[in-house]
């Protein structure tokens, strides 16, 4: 028989479990499969976190004091590509731009967030056409959508 005081204690540790699980999408039963998938989860967060802050350095050092470039991230999902697009400052006309380059790649938008009011915000998922023959990588599409950043930033200068 277990006491009042040693069941508390075991059913919270088993509650942390199931929530550590639900955190980290595991599907594992076990104590230490649980802990072992939430240790691949946290390694997968601090390479994002590492190539983000690449991201952002590289911007950095592209981008010239009066204009800040956009941040872009591209990650692969499992039939496409998830597409970040962020800049501190309003961008019109700059979505026409992304998504003409989405276009030319032969990438469908499957779903997508838009904000452009104080600042430019996009999320989208890109899918490839079923038609295309060759797949492409994330590298190919965040190159692309840099080239459509920098296109319709050379066009706003220009005007």
Known sequence: MVSREHKRPATLLHEKFQ????????????????????????????????????????TAQNSTPQTLSPLVTVETLEKGFLVNVFSETSCPGLLVSILEAFEELGLNVLEARVSCTDQFQLEAVGGENEEQVESMDAQVVKQAVLEAIKNWSESNINQ
């Open 19 to 58: 929530l550590l699980r639900s955190i980290t999408n595991s599907h594992a039963m076990n104590k230490t499969s649980i802990i072992f998938d939430a240790s691949k989860y946290i390694e997968e967060l601090k390479q994002k976190v590492e190539r983000l802050n690449q991201d952002i350095a590289t």
